[in-house]
């Protein structure tokens, strides 16, 4: 079983390879539909398996993927499979987004709301927390039920809570505490 650390060693290879060449948009898009042929198909599992042969695997890959990616991105999910960690593909990705964006100075935030975010109030959280941190904001959401309402967002070491789950916590503490 890989490390966890693998597929941080691996996107910062392969950001290094799209500094290089000026692809990291390309590389970012490579990895991305080979993520996505690996986790959503038997691919991952054909690749990771390691009673097939390598040439075996670099065929399927080829055949899979025809020229929909790079050479050099076809290569890269050939070592992994040859090294039985095709799945941590998906980890190389989530990586090497991180440091596209910190290379473009873009912060992730996560927002964690007990419905889904429309699309105005998407772009009113990011405008609130551009506010706050200074830089564009790269949202991702989630939904948690037992926040009961509001929401809870994260960007770097900063928590802003919003929740309704919060305030209701917070009030029963001042009450026990003038009850007390």
């Given at each position: 079983?890989?490390?966890?650390?693998?597929?941080?060693?691996?996107?910062?290879?392969?950001?290094?390879?799209?500094?290089?060449?000026?692809?990291?948009?390309?590389?970012?898009?490579?990895?991305?539909?080979?993520?996505?042929?690996?986790?959503?198909?038997?691919?991952?599992?054909?690749?990771?398996?390691?009673?097939?042969?390598?040439?075996?695997?670099?065929?399927?890959?080829?055949?899979?993927?025809?020229?929909?990616?790079?050479?050099?991105?076809?290569?890269?999910l050939a070592l992994l499979a040859s090294r039985g960690i095709a799945s941590i593909l998906t980890g190389v990705v989530e990586s090497y987004q991180s440091m596209l964006d910190d290379h473009r100075g873009i912060e992730r935030a996560e927002v964690v709301s007990s419905v889904p975010l429309d699309d105005e109030q998407r772009r009113r959280v990011s405008g609130l927390l551009e506010g706050m941190v200074g830089k564009q904001v790269r949202l991702v959401s989630r939904v948690e039920p037992s926040i009961l309402g509001g929401f809870v967002a994260r960007v770097g070491d900063r928590v802003i809570d919003g929740s309704a789950r919060t305030r209701l916590n917070q009030m029963r503490r001042r009450i026990v505490e003038r009850v007390a």
């Open positions: 079983m890989p490390k966890p650390a693998s597929a941080r060693r691996y996107a910062q290879a392969v950001f290094q390879i799209g500094l290089e060449h000026d692809s990291l948009d390309q590389w970012y898009d490579d990895l991305s539909t080979m993520a996505t042929a690996v986790d959503e198909s038997e691919l991952g599992v054909f690749l990771d398996a390691p009673q097939v042969s390598v040439e075996r695997k670099v065929e399927v890959i080829s055949d899979a993927l025809g020229d929909s990616v790079s050479p050099l991105a076809a290569n890269l």
